[in-house]
């Protein structure tokens, strides 16, 4: 019997559902309007909404059986932070995609060996 603290969500449909209603309440109000600026989707939002951590987010992503609901509830928060690089302050976006492994340099990686030679100079006196 495997130890460890029982799973908060038993089912995939479970979590889901409760990541679903998450996307819903930041877009709507409580009364089914649409809110005029909706609530922006971050991943620790999502983690308060599920009333639990970012990092039992990560864990539950690395269950198979969950992987794909968590994957598609990042995914979702990606594009939110991707989308919003088209508007006027892009310094938070940014930051957001630079967490889900985006990059804003190229690195470039060299192998093999390098032969240097230095030349010797004669005094000049």
Not at 9 to 26: E, Q, R, S
Not at 31 to 39: A, M, Q, V, Y
Request: with cysteine; charged share 35%; net charge positive.
């Amino acid at each position: 019997m495997p130890a460890g603290q029982p799973l908060k969500f038993k089912t995939v449909k479970i979590l889901k559902d409760k990541c679903d209603k998450y996307f819903k309440d930041c877009k709507y109000h409580k009364n089914g309007e649409e809110r005029e600026t909706p609530i922006p989707l971050t991943i620790t939002g999502l983690a308060l909404a599920l009333n639990t951590s970012r990092q039992t987010l990560i864990n539950y992503e690395k269950k198979e059986k969950f992987f794909d609901t968590i994957k598609e509830s990042k995914t979702k928060v990606e594009n939110y932070a991707e989308m919003r690089l088209f508007g006027n302050n892009a310094t938070g976006p940014i930051f957001a995609l630079k967490n889900f492994g985006w990059s804003d340099k190229t690195e470039i990686e060299h192998s093999g060996d390098m032969d240097i030679k230095v030349a010797k100079y004669a005094d000049s006196k």
